[in-house]
């Protein structure tokens, strides 16, 4: 079983940053990957962003290019998300996904493609 622990979340004012960490107990193979999704009150689960562990591809959102940055430790299982510019409207639940054999940018975006997630974390902006 893998285990996925998120931290970072919190309570911010409008244009603020917050970094959320994610922490894998899964060794990270060549095709490994990873994504960050976010969940508001009443609506769907969103793809943010996600990373190819290996290669370091990354894939954004349109809603967040420039303003948010995926990054990844080797040597602690973790992937980072760098939040800047923040907006009312990325207030949610934030998660963190793992998932391996991915072969096409698109099936990254996809909740049903990452097989274990995190607890989540809440990210509240407030105007």
């Known amino acids: 079983q893998v285990q996925l622990v998120e931290s970072g979340g919190g309570l911010v004012q409008a244009g603020g940053s917050l970094r959320l960490s994610c922490a894998t107990s899964r060794r990270t193979y060549s095709n490994y990957g990873m994504g960050w999704f976010r969940q508001a009150p009443g609506a769907e689960r969103e793809f943010v962003v996600a990373?190819?562990?290996?290669?370091?591809?990354?894939y954004y959102a349109d809603s967040v290019k420039g303003r948010f940055t995926i990054s990844r430790d080797n040597a602690k299982n973790t992937v980072y998300l760098q939040m800047n510019s923040l907006k009312p409207e990325d207030t949610a639940v934030y998660y963190c996904a793992s998932t391996l054999g991915l072969s096409g940018s698109y099936y990254y975006t996809l909740p049903p493609s990452y097989k274990y997630w995190g607890q989540g974390t809440q990210v509240t902006v407030s105007s």
């Open positions: 990373i190819r562990w290996s290669a370091g591809t990354t």
